[in-house]
């Protein structure tokens, strides 16, 4: 027995199953439920309405009634229950119309227009004989309108697309979830689309099943194909004689992916996809995707449905999985046998084929991924560095030579697979050289080639001198590791390595070496980098035939294109499948496989536009394959690149954003900072003898030595005593210590070239000083650190032995000028290191050279140093002989130097705080003189008084300091000063001044 129950209306929401709300109290129109009762199984069904809620009595409004439910019984009576429907609205907006459809519309329209007696009358009136009266019904992008004539009210149905033949899909909403797909869009997409062109949408269902129609479609197409492309394969076999076991054997290539990306942590994704190609053909010949999730099995009342979820296991197995599928219906798909394998070596799949293909599976052969093993490679390199920051430097791991390792890999991997192809070797000699060109790239890069093969070009090359003007001074920049300048040179030379088809004249640029001496580089990375190449040399055989993935890695990049650049979820239903197999038909049918896919797969014609759009892409991309063929186009787009790079990866830009970025730390406290100081100076600052007498013989070629470099910015150098001494302790220091410890100034031509011309300025000092009847010896010195205070060290540019048994220091200053200036003219100019002093030039005692001499002697121990100064435009040698001034040492310059490291320099050394907020710590007023103690007055008499303020008034004018004679002018009048000056106004007037002196406690 039926009952009716009243329900409520909730606005925006429909009828059908959305009707189980909780029953309220009428609120407006009632809506009716018929309940379906039966007692036993065997009883008749029994509906019964106890209210009708309107009589149709009329016709016309009975048409305007649609079905609203229907039972059925055993017999057959059938009931229908239908709603009035509300006025429906007059169509508004734009809708897409098909051109035939509109046209076929037209005729019918105009040919009732022309026999219809009212309408011509109406239209001999001026008024519209036809009018669109209502949208009856719309389908996603499709709809079905009314026109009436107004002359005898007739009716027109007009739809604005046809239908897919053999199928109730309209046409126009088949093709906007096509190219929803191939553009890797969805539902949300194309609806906010087209609300904003004030066009009805598609509703999720309708797109979902569309969707899924599309990708049966694909799938079968797709199968089609890749039967095409294995008999291709097998018939090119056959041609090559290639078999195993009476089988035509092919390589191919093999990769996986997922549906979102895993960031090198989270291997969770709900899809995968994994594909087979040949090698020879580069088609698809396999296929799978897997998918863990299915939200209609996941639903507690889950209906028969088309289920895509085909996975329970982890995501890391789904490669996997796949490629032993493809393996296993090899020989029954396309009767072949696939016996080897190119793969990127990051996953199980080799050994699973190797155990569970039967048969054939213990014969298959890996062929490892070039490219993939080199970026592994690199990654390992960035690592070493990251685990071991004094791994940084020049002679290090510097990005330079970083790049350099990894060339010299790919490098030497490509001439062996070159001999092997041109049969200047067998397979056996080539894999045994080929080895030994990976344990050995360490050492050709670091410039020992006494164990360099035939490979290394550098062996046989004459060694460069320090006197030749180009190699050196492009090399010299190598002092740090952000040197973007030799990278972008080094790049441009060797850019061609990581693209198939670069040219042999560039590859054979790898072969020489660098100008990096082997002896000053640190053993321990050359063991950790010969750790990582031998793992790299056990997998000789499988990198001889140089085989890459790139193949599969392109067609990842296609798939991408499908799937929305892994930035959505598609794995809910059908989606992902479809979407992998639109990716699939692309690699196999080329830029213009839509078309295609469309007419064998519809049955219908795709459209001019729709061919013209294709073929457009077609022809882009012929045009863009031969532009980048040209020899200097990828040159210049690798010059723009590193251009953009020297931006990017500048201090500023790393600080802003990255590892580097700047962040709010804590300082620690005084008392950890304290004991960080005192550490840092047991371990790097208070060495022994043999210590620093081990680090003196290891830096003898200074610049170009990697422990030079390290150890300096542990110390206050000689270069930087005057910057200090002169340096006011009140200003700030943060910026002056990111110059001494943070600077990446790696040089420029001036000082390049200056060290270029220190050997033969020697030369010329040793000549000058036989013309002045001294026979002198200079030798090279290294660094050297201060026998008591090891916190200072200094490196001459020579030590000076004399016949007479004398030695010293001498420092060099070469000096470049753009105009033809001599010394003297030069020294006219304040900033210039001389001075003319009645005729004769000299250094100026206040400059930053004089003070770097006087470090240089009191470190040395030696009682003089030359001070050198040459200029080649014109030619003159300027030699100044400065001798050791204790007093000025010990008094002026060392308290100084002292409390700056102490208060300074050390607590940034321990405890840095460069890059982190709010940066590096102010250490106020860092040195205060100390206080001369006065002696006693003793008791005079008047008489000696007297004379003594008269005596005091005669010295005062030119023995007084500034402070002095400021309280003298406030004591005297101002006629009564002895010089003349201009009159200055007393201020203060009538205030007492209080002097504090600020005694530092500290300061001993």
Same mark, same amino acid.
């Given at each position: 027995?039926?009952?009716?129950?009243?329900?409520?209306?909730?606005?925006? +929401?429909?009828?059908?199953?959305?009707?189980?709300?909780?029953?309220?109290?009428?609120?407006?129109?009632?809506?009716?439920?018929?309940?379906?009762?039966?007692?036993?199984?065997?009883?008749?069904?029994?509906?019964?309405?106890?209210?009708?809620?309107?009589?149709?009595?009329?016709?016309?409004?009975?048409?305007?009634?649609?079905?609203?439910?229907?039972?059925?019984?055993?017999?057959?009576?059938?009931?229908?229950?239908?709603?009035?429907?509300?006025?429906?609205?007059?169509?508004?907006?734009?809708?897409?119309?098909?051109?035939?459809?509109?046209?076929?519309?037209?005729?019918?329209?105009?040919?009732?227009?022309?026999?219809?007696?009212?309408?011509?009358?109406?239209?001999?009136?001026?008024?519209?004989?036809?009018?669109?009266?209502?949208?009856?019904?719309?389908?996603? %992008?499709?709809?079905?309108?009314?026109?009436?004539?107004?002359?005898?009210?007739?009716?027109?149905?007009?739809?604005?697309?046809?239908?897919?033949?053999?199928?109730?899909?309209?046409?126009?909403?088949?093709?906007?979830?096509?190219?929803?797909?191939?553009?890797?869009?969805?539902?949300?997409? %194309?609806?906010?689309?087209?609300?904003?062109?004030?066009?009805?949408?598609?509703?999720?269902?309708?797109?979902?099943?569309?969707?899924?129609?599309?990708?049966?479609?694909?799938?079968?197409?797709?199968?089609?194909?890749?039967?095409?492309?294995?008999?291709?394969?097998?018939?090119?076999?056959?041609?090559?004689?290639?078999?195993?076991?009476?089988?035509?054997?092919?390589?191919?290539?093999?990769?996986?992916?997922?549906?979102?990306?895993?960031?090198?942590?989270?291997?969770?994704?709900?899809?995968?996809?994994?594909?087979?190609?040949?090698?020879?053909?580069?088609?698809?010949?396999?296929?799978?995707?897997?998918?863990?999730?299915?939200?209609?099995?996941?639903?507690?009342?889950?209906?028969?449905?088309?289920?895509?979820?085909?996975?329970?296991?982890?995501?890391?197995?789904?490669?996997?999985?796949?490629?032993?599928?493809? /393996?296993?219906?090899?020989?029954?798909?396309?009767?072949?046998?696939?016996?080897?394998?190119?793969?990127?070596?990051?996953?199980?799949?080799?050994?699973?084929?190797?155990?569970?293909?039967?048969?054939?599976?213990?014969?298959?052969?890996?062929?490892?991924?070039?490219?993939?093993?080199?970026?592994?490679?690199?990654?390992?390199?960035? &690592?070493?560095?990251?685990?071991?920051?004094?791994?940084?430097?020049?002679?290090?791991?510097?990005?330079?030579?970083?790049?350099?390792?990894?060339?010299?890999?790919?490098?030497?991997?490509?001439?062996?697979?070159?001999?092997?192809?041109?049969?200047?070797?067998?397979?056996?000699?080539?894999?045994?050289?080929?080895?030994?060109?990976?344990?050995?790239?360490?050492?050709?890069?670091?410039?020992?080639?006494?164990?360099?093969?035939? /490979?290394?070009?550098?062996?046989?090359?004459?060694?460069?001198?320090?006197?030749?003007?180009?190699?050196?001074?492009?090399?010299?920049?190598?002092?740090?590791?952000?040197?973007?300048?030799?990278?972008?040179?080094?790049?441009?030379?060797?850019?061609?390595?990581?693209?198939?088809?670069?040219?042999?004249?560039?590859?054979?640029?790898? $072969?020489?070496?660098?100008?990096?001496?082997?002896?000053?580089?640190?053993?321990?990375?050359?063991?950790?980098?010969?750790?990582?190449?031998?793992?790299?040399?056990?997998?000789?055989?499988?990198?001889?035939?140089?085989?890459?993935?790139?193949?599969?890695?392109?067609?990842?990049?296609?798939?991408?294109?499908?799937?929305?650049?892994?930035?959505?979820?598609?794995?809910? +239903?059908?989606?992902?499948?479809?979407?992998?197999?639109?990716?699939?038909?692309?690699?196999?049918?080329?830029?213009?496989?839509?078309?295609?896919?469309?007419?064998?797969?519809?049955?219908?014609?795709?459209?001019?536009?729709?061919?013209?759009?294709?073929?457009?892409?077609?022809?882009?991309?012929?045009?863009?394959?031969?532009?980048?063929?040209?020899?200097?186009?990828?040159?210049?787009?690798?010059?723009?690149?590193?251009?953009?790079?020297?931006?990017?990866?500048?201090?500023?830009?790393?600080?802003?954003?990255?590892?580097?970025?700047?962040?709010?730390?804590?300082?620690?406290?005084?008392?950890?900072?304290?004991?960080?100081?005192?550490?840092?100076?047991?371990?790097?600052?208070?060495?022994?003898?043999?210590?620093?007498?081990?680090?003196?013989?290891?830096?003898?070629?200074?610049?170009?030595?990697?422990?030079?470099?390290?150890?300096?910015?542990?110390?206050?150098?000689?270069?930087?005593?005057?910057?200090?001494?002169?340096?006011?302790?009140?200003?700030?220091?943060?910026?002056?210590? $990111?110059?001494?410890?943070?600077?990446?100034?790696?040089?420029?031509?001036?000082?390049?070239?200056?060290?270029?011309?220190?050997?033969?300025?020697?030369?010329?000092?040793?000549?000058?000083?036989?013309?002045?009847?001294?026979?002198?010896?200079?030798?090279?010195?290294?660094?050297?650190?201060?026998?008591?205070?090891?916190?200072?060290?200094?490196?001459?540019?020579?030590?000076?032995?004399?016949?007479?048994?004398?030695?010293? %220091?001498?420092?060099?200053?070469?000096?470049?000028?753009?105009?033809?200036?001599?010394?003297?003219?030069?020294?006219?100019?304040?900033?210039?290191?001389?001075?003319?002093?009645?005729?004769?030039?000299?250094?100026?005692?206040?400059?930053?050279?004089?003070?770097?001499?006087?470090?240089?002697?009191?470190?040395?121990?030696?009682?003089?140093?030359?001070?050198?100064?040459?200029?080649?435009?014109?030619?003159?040698?300027?030699?100044?002989?400065?001798?050791?001034?204790?007093?000025?040492?010990?008094?002026?310059?060392?308290?100084?130097?002292?409390? /700056?490291?102490?208060?300074?320099?050390?607590?940034? %050394?321990?405890?840095?705080?460069?890059?982190?907020?709010?940066?590096?710590?102010?250490?106020?007023?860092?040195?205060?003189?100390?206080?001369?103690? &006065?002696?006693? $007055?003793?008791?005079?008499? &008047?008489?000696?008084?007297?004379?003594?303020?008269?005596?005091?008034?005669?010295?005062?004018?030119?023995?007084?300091?500034?402070?002095?004679?400021?309280?003298?002018?406030?004591?005297?009048?101002?006629?009564?000063?002895? +010089?003349?000056?201009?009159?200055?106004?007393?201020?203060?007037?009538?205030?007492?001044?209080?002097?504090?002196?600020?005694?530092?406690? /500290?300061?001993?």
């Amino acid at each position: 027995m039926g009952s009716k129950y009243k329900k409520g209306r909730i606005f925006g +929401r429909g009828l059908g199953r959305h009707r189980r709300f909780k029953r309220v109290k009428h609120l407006g129109r009632p809506v009716y439920e018929i309940k379906r009762q039966r007692n036993q199984r065997k009883h008749i069904l029994k509906l019964k309405i106890r209210k009708i809620n309107k009589q149709f009595n009329n016709k016309s409004l009975f048409r305007n009634k649609e079905v609203y439910t229907t039972f059925s019984t055993g017999c057959d009576l059938k009931l229908k229950i239908r709603k009035v429907k509300n006025n429906l609205p007059i169509a508004k907006g734009y809708r897409v119309m098909n051109l035939d459809c509109l046209q076929a519309h037209i005729s019918d329209i105009t040919l009732h227009a022309c026999l219809c007696a009212g309408a011509i009358n109406l239209a001999k009136e001026g008024k519209a004989p036809i009018k669109l009266e209502t949208e009856v019904r719309s389908l996603g %992008l499709a709809t079905v309108m009314l026109a009436k004539c107004m002359g005898c009210l007739q009716k027109f149905k007009l739809e604005t697309s046809p239908k897919v033949p053999g199928s109730k899909r309209y046409d126009i909403n088949v093709r906007a979830v096509w190219g929803s797909m191939v553009t890797g869009n969805g539902p949300a997409h %194309l609806n906010e689309f087209l609300a904003t062109l004030n066009s009805p949408g598609l509703s999720q269902p309708s797109f979902s099943a569309i969707e899924t129609d599309i990708g049966n479609w694909w799938h079968s197409v797709l199968d089609k194909e890749m039967m095409i492309a294995g008999q291709e394969e097998r018939r090119l076999a056959i041609e090559r004689k290639d078999f195993h076991e009476e089988i035509p054997a092919i390589t191919v290539i093999a990769d996986g992916g997922w549906s979102k990306r895993t960031h090198k942590h989270s291997y969770n994704a709900a899809g995968g996809v994994a594909i087979i190609i040949g090698k020879e053909t580069k088609k698809l010949l396999h296929i799978g995707v897997r998918n863990k999730y299915c939200y209609i099995c996941n639903k507690n009342d889950s209906t028969p449905h088309t289920c895509f979820k085909n996975w329970d296991q982890d995501s890391q197995s789904m490669e996997g999985d796949i490629i032993l599928e493809g /393996f296993r219906e090899a020989e029954k798909k396309h009767g072949l046998r696939y016996m080897r394998l190119v793969g990127d070596g990051d996953s199980s799949v080799f050994a699973r084929i190797r155990e569970e293909v039967p048969g054939w599976g213990r014969s298959v052969s890996k062929e490892e991924c070039a490219n993939h093993l080199c970026k592994c490679y690199r990654s390992n390199l960035e &690592k070493l560095v990251t685990d071991n920051p004094l791994y940084k430097g020049k002679h290090h791991l510097t990005k330079n030579t970083r790049v350099r390792l990894v060339s010299a890999l790919r490098c030497a991997i490509r001439v062996r697979s070159r001999d092997l192809k041109d049969k200047k070797t067998d397979k056996f000699n080539a894999i045994r050289k080929l080895k030994h060109d990976v344990k050995n790239s360490v050492h050709h890069v670091f410039g020992n080639h006494s164990q360099c093969s035939d /490979f290394c070009r550098a062996k046989n090359q004459p060694l460069q001198t320090s006197n030749e003007d180009n190699t050196p001074l492009q090399i010299s920049t190598k002092t740090s590791d952000s040197g973007i300048a030799d990278e972008e040179q080094l790049i441009d030379q060797q850019i061609d390595y990581w693209s198939e088809g670069a040219s042999i004249s560039a590859q054979e640029q790898a $072969r020489f070496g660098t100008t990096i001496a082997y002896s000053n580089v640190e053993q321990h990375i050359i063991k950790d980098v010969t750790n990582l190449l031998c793992r790299i040399a056990e997998k000789s055989d499988r990198l001889i035939n140089n085989s890459t993935t790139n193949l599969a890695e392109s067609w990842m990049h296609i798939r991408t294109k499908f799937d929305g650049g892994k930035v959505h979820n598609l794995c809910n +239903r059908g989606s992902w499948h479809a979407r992998c197999y639109g990716g699939a038909l692309r690699m196999n049918l080329g830029p213009q496989w839509s078309c295609k896919v469309w007419e064998s797969s519809i049955g219908t014609e795709p459209g001019h536009l729709f061919r013209k759009l294709y073929a457009r892409h077609e022809q882009t991309l012929a045009n863009s394959i031969k532009h980048k063929s040209k020899p200097n186009i990828q040159q210049v787009r690798w010059k723009k690149k590193m251009s953009c790079l020297k931006t990017s990866t500048s201090k500023k830009a790393r600080k802003a954003y990255g590892p580097e970025a700047i962040d709010v730390t804590d300082d620690v406290s005084s008392d950890n900072l304290e004991k960080l100081k005192h550490d840092y100076l047991n371990l790097h600052i208070h060495l022994s003898e043999l210590q620093r007498l081990n680090i003196t013989n290891l830096t003898i070629l200074q610049s170009q030595s990697g422990l030079w470099h390290t150890e300096r910015k542990k110390r206050i150098t000689a270069s930087d005593f005057g910057s200090i001494v002169k340096r006011n302790p009140s200003l700030l220091t943060a910026k002056f210590i $990111r110059t001494i410890l943070y600077s990446t100034f790696t040089g420029n031509y001036h000082t390049r070239k200056g060290i270029l011309e220190e050997e033969t300025t020697i030369e010329e000092y040793k000549l000058k000083k036989a013309e002045e009847s001294e026979n002198v010896c200079v030798e090279r010195s290294g660094l050297v650190i201060h026998p008591t205070q090891t916190f200072l060290a200094g490196s001459p540019d020579g030590l000076v032995s004399t016949s007479k048994g004398e030695s010293g %220091l001498i420092e060099i200053k070469n000096l470049l000028h753009s105009k033809p200036i001599n010394l003297w003219e030069a020294s006219e100019n304040k900033n210039f290191c001389l001075i003319n002093l009645n005729g004769k030039l000299q250094l100026k005692e206040n400059h930053i050279y004089y003070y770097q001499c006087h470090g240089l002697i009191n470190i040395y121990n030696r009682d003089w140093i030359d001070f050198v100064v040459r200029t080649l435009n014109p030619h003159q040698l300027f030699i100044q002989r400065i001798y050791r001034n204790i007093d000025f040492w010990e008094n002026t310059m060392l308290p100084k130097l002292e409390a /700056f490291y102490h208060k300074v320099l050390l607590p940034e %050394l321990a405890s840095p705080r460069e890059g982190k907020s709010p940066g590096i710590r102010e250490p106020g007023i860092w040195y205060t003189p100390p206080l001369q103690s &006065k002696q006693p $007055r003793r008791k005079r008499s &008047k008489s000696s008084t007297v004379n003594a303020r008269s005596k005091k008034r005669v010295s005062e004018s030119s023995s007084s300091s500034d402070s002095d004679i400021v309280d003298t002018e406030l004591q005297r009048p101002a006629p009564l000063r002895n +010089r003349r000056t201009r009159l200055r106004p007393t201020k203060f007037l009538g205030r007492s001044i209080k002097h504090e002196w600020i005694i530092d406690e /500290f300061d001993n």
